[in-house]
């Protein structure tokens, strides 16, 4: 039962929309961009840079682009009027337009029909999407460059620090920190670079008119259009153009109206970006377990607290990121649904895009953040970490101390043994290396003491984890 009247309420449709949750699973930076303000900025500033291009082509008169120009701005606009014809409309360029047509013939009769010259809903809709998403990437890639220079550091710090790797959550053999970490860096990296490849592909200009020809952009429709000369472009791609590098996007090479890969490229992108930060987040909640201990979340006071067991330390950014992580790629399925448009203009599949585009780009960017949040300050427990190692009783080291043997022995032998004797050194609580100076099948060998004693040392089998930490930090 509402306590208040609905208008009072601020309405939450999504945990990106929620006055509490907001910042939490978006941030303010991301949120500003794909709001109605901003988006309604971009359909303004796609018509004044329209306007602005057309005039100087002679496509409408000068009088009447400067008054178009001065008259696209967020002032002139009343969104309270936008709402509802948008709601009647469908779409929100026509009502926008509309009242900068009204604002410009208030100034003189009929000056303000020059607006909109050519263009049509969905080039205005699509260009200011795609502005948007190179707000976006701008943000994403300043987060990129952080959680890679924080990330940098441990592998630094850690290069050499032993811990135990994991095979289906059991013990396998010691690697460093920093070559776990450095595995996570070279991925990040990766991500740049596809980050690098795919925006040319995706912040290109979309001015193509109703059915993508441009066939309204001619000398026949123009105001004062010198006559063509014979080695000059079509006009209506000299506006193509012309628009696009006064917008700062690409030109296209046709037009893309029903042809959305590149979207669904991006969101795809962000869906496989967000899922090595839920990796990271998901070896982060097991390292932070209290039997394991090897690592955890930077302390603040309260942070990931419980209500009823005040011992508790829950890894709370771990479980946002992975929550984040999860929805990003559920999401993106849908901007592959929109592919599957009809004809020249979709009748849905286009619309999938405005409800979830958002939201994939706002849990991104959070994602991110936590990400670097975690990274940035992230408790590295040595001890837990040589601890974990001996808990096996020297097991950890097994195929060193296999491979140690083989080379007299035989790698198959040497196994079976070794095998043998790790199962023996759990159950009767002795080191294998106890077990193995009074094995008489190893004593066959003819490995010193010293010898065996240095097999079964995890610090001596990281393999070539500072070799390879070294290589991908250069």
């Known amino acids: 039962m509402l306590l208040c009247k609905p208008e009072e309420v601020k309405t939450m449709s999504t945990v990106i929309d929620s006055h509490v949750f907001g910042n939490v699973f978006s941030t303010p930076e991301i949120a500003a961009i794909w709001s109605d303000k901003q988006r309604t900025d971009y359909y303004l500033r796609f018509e004044a840079a329209l306007a602005k291009i057309q005039a100087k082509l002679g496509i409408i008169p000068q009088k009447a682009a400067d008054e178009i120009i001065k008259h696209c701005t967020l002032e002139n606009i009343d969104f309270d009027e ?50 948007q998403l190179k707000d976006t990437l701008k943000l994403v890639e300043t987060s990129l460059d952080s959680i890679m220079s924080a990330t940098t550091k441990l592998c630094e710090k850690y ?45 290109v200009l979309e001015f193509s008119g109703a059915a993508g020809t441009l066939a309204t952009i001619s000398e026949a429709s123009s105001y004062d259009v010198p006559p063509q000369k014979p080695d000059e ?14 917008l700062g996007l690409g030109v296209p090479s046709i037009a893309w109206h029903t042809e959305r890969d590149n979207l669904a490229e991006v969101s795809n992108f962000l869906a496989i970006l967000t899922a090595t930060c839920a990796k990271f987040a998901t070896d982060l909640k097991l390292m932070m377990q ?14 990931g607290s419980s209500s009823t ?151 001596n089998y990281l393999g070539l984890s500072e070799a390879m930490v070294d290589r991908v930090l250069k």
């Open 159 to 203: 290069k050499t620090t032993p811990m135990a790797a994991r095979s289906n959550l059991q013990q396998a053999v010691p690697i460093s920190f920093g070559f776990k970490m450095a595995r996570l860096l070279a991925t990040f990296r990766r991500h740049k670079q596809r980050l690098d490849e795919l925006e040319p592909r995706l912040l």
């Open 290 to 303: 209290s039997e394991v201990g090897e690592a955890r979340e930077p302390y603040v006071a309260h942070r």
């Open 309 to 459: 067991m005040p011992q508790k330390r829950n890894p709370i950014g771990s479980a946002y990121i992975c929550a984040m992580a999860s929805s990003v790629r559920s999401m993106s399925s849908g901007m592959v649904e929109a592919i599957v448009a009809d004809h020249e203009r979709s009748t849905g599949p286009w619309e999938i895009e405005w409800i979830v585009l958002p939201q994939i780009c706002a849990l991104s960017h959070a994602c991110l953040k936590q990400t670097h949040y975690l990274l940035d300050g992230l408790e590295v427990d040595e001890e837990g970490m040589a601890g974990n190692l001996a808990t096996s009783k020297g097991a950890i080291v097994s195929e060193a101390v296999m491979m140690g043997l083989g080379k007299t022995i035989g790698r198959q032998y040497a196994h079976d043994i070794v095998y043998d004797l790790c199962r023996k050194a759990q159950q009767e609580d002795k080191s294998l290396l106890e077990l193995l100076r009074a094995d008489d099948g190893i004593k066959k060998a003819g490995l010193s003491d010293e010898e065996l004693e240095k097999l079964c040392d995890p610090v």
């Open 233 to 246: 472009e079509p006009l209506g791609l000299r506006c193509q153009e012309l628009l696009a590098q006064e």
């Open 82 to 131: 936008l709402k509802r014809q948008t709601e009647l409309i469908g779409y929100p360029v026509l009502p926008m337009v509309q009242q900068v047509v009204k604002k410009v013939n208030e100034v003189e009769p009929g000056l303000g029909e020059w607006a909109h010259w050519g263009t049509t809903t969905q080039d205005l809709t699509d260009t200011a999407v795609v502005l």
